[in-house]
């Protein structure tokens, strides 16, 4: 993978998949190597814990993928189970939210490569937080997950640094 100071000559589909996957990357970075133990702990003030960011990342993800292809989504929780999101449920472990993740990833790059153009948009569902009639561009969407993943690995970087030391820059 190329790093996201590299450009990529002429290419802006391509360079926000960089940076899409830089910050999916920095949030999985910031769960290697831990325990199942240390991955579902909430160490910190907060309610989250480094496996509860993976899975609510890959879930988001998700959601906007099935938003853009005007598909329903098969892991929609209910408006009063959005902390559930959050947490690893019976059975699920860091492993399977990483491997979830991972087929989000894939399909989700599979299917911005296929749209014909970044400009192409897609309507947003009735929300009190969207503007009534609202659609957004597929350029957006990319870049929209680009600031939902960066805004997770800064809480997963000091949730990593207060189990372990373990410092994302240095």
Do not use: Y
Not at 158 to 168: N, Q, V
């Amino acid at each position: 993978m190329a790093h996201p100071t590299q450009e990529i000559a002429g290419d802006e589909r391509g360079t926000l998949l960089l940076f899409v996957e830089d910050q999916r990357e920095a949030l999985r970075r910031a769960a290697t190597g831990l325990t199942a133990e240390q991955a579902a702990s909430r160490p910190t003030a907060s309610e989250l814990s480094l496996a509860g960011l993976v899975k609510h990342a890959a879930e988001v993800e998700l959601n906007w993928l099935r938003m853009a292809q005007q598909k329903p989504n098969e892991h929609r929780r209910a408006p009063e189970d959005w902390h559930e999101g959050f947490r690893l449920a019976e059975g699920e472990t860091l492993e399977s939210a990483l491997a979830f993740w991972d087929t989000v990833k894939e399909e989700t790059t599979g299917f911005i490569e296929s749209v014909p153009s970044l400009d192409d948009d897609f309507p947003l569902p009735p929300a009190p937080w969207f503007p009534q009639d609202a659609t957004v561009s597929m350029r957006w969407m990319l870049l929209h997950l680009v600031r939902e993943f960066a805004r997770h690995a800064g809480h997963a970087d000091i949730i990593r640094e207060t189990l372990d030391g373990t410092k994302a820059m240095g």
